[in-house]
C-alpha cells in the first residue's frame, strides 16, 4: 500500500485515464479527490467503484481555468482528508483539428488554457498545502514530435507542460518531485473523438509492442511516479508508446 495514508486529487478524472489513475492510487491506499469538468457519470461511477472497495473518494465538478474553482477544489481536498500529498495533473485535450492558418487565436488560447494553464492553476494552489510529496502531469507524445494534422496548439501545450516539469523539479526540490508522462496511441475517448479508425490501425501494426495502450498502462506509471519507489527521479519526461517514438 504505497500510498497509505496520503491524499492525492486527480484532474480530469471522470473518464479514460484520469479514472485509472483514481482507481489505481485509491487501491494502493490514497484517499482520492476527483476532478471532472463534464463528465459527472463517470464520476460519480469511479467514486462508487472506489468506496465500494473499501476506499475514500469524492468527486467534483470544476473549470480548472477558473482560480476560485481550483481554490474550491484543493481546500475540499484539504478539509475532508487533512492535506495533500500527490496532484496528478491529467485534465486537457485538443478540442478540435485546426490548422495554423484556420486557427483564430480564441481557439489557440483555449487549448493553451485547457492544457497548460490549468496545470499552472492547479500547482499554484496546491502548493500552499503541500509540504512533500509529488507531482504527476500528463503530457503528450505530441509534445516531442508536434503532433498529428492540425494539433499544433495542443502539441505547444503538452511541450510547455514538459519544459515545466523539468523547471519545476529544480524549483521545487527535495520536498516535491515533479514529472510528467509523455504517452502515445492510448485507447481513450480522445482518439475515439480525433482519430481515425484506421490510422489507429495503422500505429498499432508500426508500434513494436503491436497495440495501443490502455488507461491502466498510464495509471500503474503514475502510481510508480507518485510514490517512493521512484524517490530519485525527478524533472523526467516519461515516454510510454509501446516504442513508437524514442527520445
Request: hydrophobic residues 45%.
Amino acid at each position: 500500500m504505497r500510498f497509505q495514508g496520503q491524499t492525492a486529487i486527480i484532474t480530469g478524472a471522470g473518464r479514460d485515464i484520469g479514472a485509472a489513475c483514481a482507481r489505481k492510487l485509491s487501491a494502493e491506499g490514497a484517499n482520492v479527490a476527483i476532478n471532472y469538468f463534464s463528465s459527472s457519470a463517470g464520476a460519480e461511477a469511479v467514486v462508487k467503484q472506489i468506496t465500494d472497495a473499501g476506499g475514500k473518494a469524492f468527486a467534483m465538478q470544476g473549470d480548472l481555468n477558473d482560480p476560485a474553482q481550483v481554490e474550491a477544489l484543493v481546500q475540499k481536498t484539504v478539509d475532508t482528508y487533512g492535506g495533500l500529498n500527490v496532484l496528478v495533473n491529467n485534465s486537457g485535450g485538443l478540442l478540435a483539428r485546426k490548422s495554423i492558418a484556420e486557427m483564430p487565436l480564441d481557439h489557440w488560447q483555449k487549448v493553451i488554457d485547457l492544457n497548460l494553464t490549468s496545470v499552472f492553476l492547479m500547482i499554484h494552489e496546491s502548493l500552499k498545502h503541500m509540504k512533500n510529496g509529488a507531482i504527476v502531469n500528463l503530457a503528450s507524445q505530441a509534445g516531442r514530435d508536434g503532433g498529428g494534422p492540425g494539433a499544433v496548439a495542443y502539441a505547444a501545450a503538452k511541450g510547455a507542460v514538459m519544459t515545466m516539469t523539468r523547471g519545476l523539479a529544480k524549483e521545487l526540490g527535495p520536498n516535491i518531485r515533479v514529472n510528467a508522462l509523455c504517452p502515445g496511441m492510448i485507447d481513450t475517448d480522445f482518439h475515439n473523438v480525433f482519430t481515425k479508425d484506421e490510422v489507429r490501425r495503422n500505429v498499432e501494426a508500426a508500434t513494436p509492442l503491436k497495440r495501443q495502450g490502455t488507461p491502466d498502462d498510464i495509471a500503474n506509471t503514475v502510481a510508480f511516479l507518485a510514490s517512493d519507489d521512484a524517490a530519485f527521479i525527478t524533472g523526467v519526461n516519461v515516454d510510454i508508446n509501446g516504442g513508437m517514438l524514442f527520445s
